[in-house]
């Protein structure tokens, strides 16, 4: 074996244990998670660390349901993700069709404002978008004028249309329309067919891997959002999963096995959507960037 073959073996066996040991480092607080939520209370912070708990109980899980109504906070995410990702799959495909395929006078402004939008951290426009939906005229008791009542505020509607077109769907959607030929357009406007419908039934069936994608990504952020259903919904019927796993923090205390319980049932719809969507997935990322 020549020295160039050593060397070559060498950096294959150092790569895989560098990459197992990340692996393992990334999977160790899931675990840690998942383990918790069996163990006994008295055994989650028992020192050393017992990875393998003596006995499993599900008394973690029974407390994360009887604590809080996590079936109506499951309903309520899902209600919110679930129309979130239906507004940014129509609103961000038609937008980023429009960017793509049509020529239009304003087409390179309107695209450059919206990759500096992209830019602009969310917790920056939280307060404007707040001052807007508390006084949106004639909605939530408010007059003409949008004073008197309180708009948006504690509606799902307030928590709906604030990302109804988010800058990212637009701008995904128009790098995945760049890859498609524009002759079917072209033939389709030469038969007399309408621009909607041409983006409807000729352009839009070619995006499902992008729609797949998109629908993961817009679902993930929908169902993890905590901080702006905090500050629009007060009222405990509408709160959502996240909201409801703070009844686990009180008094500076957390009960961490009903938290862990609550945590990872948060996580399967996340993760049944995903295996549902995978075979699209890779797909959308790598065709959505191939042309700029």
């Not at 978008?129 to 004639?138: A, D, G, I, R, T």
């Not at 990212?168 to 389709?188: G, N, W, Y």
């Amino acid at each position: 074996m020549n020295a160039y073959s050593v060397r070559k073996a060498v950096g294959t066996v150092l790569f895989y244990i560098v990459t197992v040991t990340i692996s393992v480092m990334m999977f160790l607080p899931f675990f840690w998670s998942l383990i918790t939520s069996f163990k006994p209370s008295d055994e989650i912070f028992s020192m050393p660390i017992k990875w393998i708990p003596s006995t499993l109980t599900l008394e973690h899980y029974r407390s994360a349901f009887t604590t809080v109504p996590f079936g109506l906070y499951f309903w309520n995410s899902f209600l919110l993700a679930a129309a979130g990702v239906l507004a940014n799959l129509f609103f961000g495909s038609i937008s980023g069709y429009a960017f793509a395929k049509l020529n239009f006078k304003l087409s390179k402004p309107l695209f450059r404002i919206l990759l500096a939008a992209m830019m602009i951290p969310g917790i920056v426009t939280m307060i404007p978008s707040f001052y807007v939906l508390k006084h949106f005229p004639l909605i939530g008791g408010n007059d003409l004028l949008g004073g008197g009542g309180n708009g948006f505020l504690n509606s799902f509607w307030g928590i709906i249309l604030p990302g109804a077109s988010g800058s990212f769907a637009v701008f995904f959607m128009r790098q995945f329309f760049l890859t498609l030929p524009s002759d079917m357009m072209e033939m389709a406007r030469i038969e007399g067919c309408k621009e909607f419908r041409i983006f409807w039934n000729i352009y839009l069936p070619l995006t499902k891997p992008a729609l797949a994608t998109l629908s993961i990504f817009t679902f993930q952020a929908g169902w993890n959002s905590f901080l702006w259903p905090m500050i629009i919904l007060n009222d405990p019927e509408k709160a959502t999963v996240q909201m409801g796993l703070q009844a686990f923090s009180y008094n500076h205390q957390t009960d961490f096995g009903p938290m862990m319980a609550g945590a990872l049932i948060a996580v399967l719809p996340i993760l049944v959507l995903f295996l549902l969507l995978q075979k699209y997935f890779v797909q959308g990322i790598a065709f959505s960037g191939v042309k700029g």
